[in-house]
């Protein structure tokens, strides 16, 4: 059974930066993009930044510039780094993996639990 597994977040005053991680457990034949999005109170589900298996990647505008999102294939892992973090963007992030549980198989997305960043002084 794959799994999302995110860690990171937490509290955080405004300016400062913070580091998600995603990996995805369990046994998995090929994964193709990645990405992280984010839900804050009231509000829809949105993308903040996606990653192709090429290393493409692709951000919200409202956090160009100020967030990088990156991935070590070996390790089924990707990372979201946060700086210059602003009081908007509290939310809870997950992170998103498209793979193949198997050869042959279609594409399932994987979603992580969520995790809170929350930005205040």
């Known amino acids: 059974q794959v799994q999302a597994v995110e860690s990171g977040g937490g509290l955080v005053q405004p300016g400062g930066s913070l580091r998600l991680s995603c990996a995805a457990s369990g046994l998995i034949f090929s994964i193709n993009a990645m990405g992280w999005y984010r839900q804050a109170p009231g509000k829809q589900r949105e993308l903040v930044a996606t990653?192709?298996?090429?290393?493409?990647?692709n951000y919200a505008d409202s956090v160009k510039g100020r967030f990088t999102i990156s991935r070590d294939n070996a390790e089924h892992t990707v990372y979201l780094q946060m700086n210059s973090l602003k009081p908007e963007d509290t939310a809870v992030y997950y992170c998103?993996?498209?793979?193949?549980?198997?050869?042959?198989?279609?594409?399932?997305?994987?979603w992580g639990r969520g995790a809170q960043v929350t930005v205040s002084s």
């Open positions: 990653i192709t298996s090429a290393g493409s990647t």
């Open positions: 998103a993996i498209t793979g193949r549980p198997g050869p042959g198989l279609r594409t399932v997305d994987y």
